[in-house]
């Protein structure tokens, strides 16, 4: 019987309803969802770029299943799957998570990876890096700076003038026209 009130828990906790993506574009244009799409400028106090720290129930409530899978779990998207690869827009590619603006498409390439590649962001301070061991590879991560949110990976054989190559998932990014 504690087996199964426990197992009833763990089952109310995992059903919190996430926004398809067509939903959260529909609270975004309404006005519901706090932000998506749309540029939300840094904000310093004594000299420090202000954090945003949310509980994993806010997060799924805010994010699509696919974002809360790569920005909260640190998942990648299968390459050449993503909206933004192939965008050649001029505009700014903001955090999904939070609005920080991240990359300009003034700085993205043609990496043939199939993700989203730039070679440097709008902002050092507006990226955070750690290292990730995981698949047995030694990588630098790429978070963002506000949210914490996972963005990609960071190498050092891109295209001058930083010889960066900042590979980043589509679903981490939403564009906002120049
Ligand atoms: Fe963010």
Redesign the pocket.
Known sequence: MKYLSLLLVLLACNAVQQPTQEQKRAQVSSGSAALSDTIVPAQYKDGHLVR?DKTDAEWKAQLTEMEYYV?REKGTERAFTGDLWNNHEKGTFV??????P?FSSETKFESGTGWPSFYQPIKPEFIADAEDHSYGMQRDEVL??????HQGHVFNDGPKPTGLRYCINSVSLDFVKQ
């Open positions: 945003i920005l955090c999904a998570g939070c609005g920080l991240l963002c700076a506000r949210c914490g949110g």
